[in-house]
């Protein structure tokens, strides 16, 4: 069962701003890289649902974050109907993150009161998403449906758009400026973040300041 309502999952997103989002197959690395992650203020953290048996290196990552991870809410991405939105509710997830429209993992989301982020990539999906209770809505691929450019077109007709880009979101400054400057709600952002090292291991020092500075960015942005 969810940990945390909705509106924390909503309130932790617009606070730091930056949502990593991660697929790994080996548990202990997704451990790793979480803990990376927290280290560097991360308060939010999707785990897609890219490979086999993903929903039980889920769960266990979630039993860790809950053991030794204080205030990180875990969720998970790339889900695209009912049924997969229920397994990983079984197993905790405080969130659903999916990249289209589905009106049956909206009553599911909704009947345990789980934060659900779907995506869209018009004006017309952002107000059925939200008609269907989504607080937060993500656009995606972010870059390919339009970039900060659309996300401020939007925000026109929809001031109270709480919009999250994935995909085309990059940890540099110039890149972050552009999508708050527009008016997003936070990012989420993929491989970007998750630097590797010569061997092709995961940087774990790295990732730990680049989200570190990703979140500090953002703060600057919104002074």
């Not at 009106?103 to 909704?110: D, G, R």
């Not at 952002?126 to 996300?151: M, N, R, T």
């Not at 401020?152 to 085309?168: E, F, H, N, Q």
Request: net charge neutral; glycine share 10%.
């Amino acid at each position: 069962m969810a940990t945390f309502t909705r509106i924390a999952v909503a309130q932790a997103t617009k606070a730091t701003g930056v949502v990593p989002v991660f697929y790994n197959k080996d548990l202990e690395t997704c451990k790793k890289v979480v803990k990376a992650c927290y280290d560097g203020g991360a308060r939010v953290f999707e785990f897609t649902n890219r490979g086999d048996y993903a929903h039980e290196v889920f769960g266990e990552l979630n039993k860790y974050v809950t053991q030794n991870l204080e205030g990180m809410i875990l969720g998970v991405g790339s889900i695209l109907d009912a049924g997969t939105t229920s397994l990983y509710l079984q197993l905790g997830a405080n969130f659903i993150v999916s990249p289209i429209v589905n009106p049956e993992m909206a009553k599911t989301c909704n009947r345990r009161k789980v934060s659900w982020m779907p995506g869209c990539g018009s004006v017309t999906e952002i107000s059925y998403a939200e008609e269907l209770g989504a607080e937060v809505v993500k656009i995606f691929p972010g870059s390919q449906v339009g970039g900060p450019a659309f996300v401020k077109a939007v925000r026109g007709p929809l001031p109270w758009a709480s919009i999250m880009p994935t995909g085309g979101v990059s940890p540099t400054e110039e890149n972050l400026k552009e999508w708050f400057n527009a008016g997003v709600h936070c990012v989420g952002i993929g491989s970007k973040l998750f630097q590797k090292k010569e061997d092709g291991s995961f940087d774990y020092e790295k990732i730990k300041e680049s989200i570190k500075c990703s979140i500090e960015i953002v703060e600057s942005l919104r002074i």
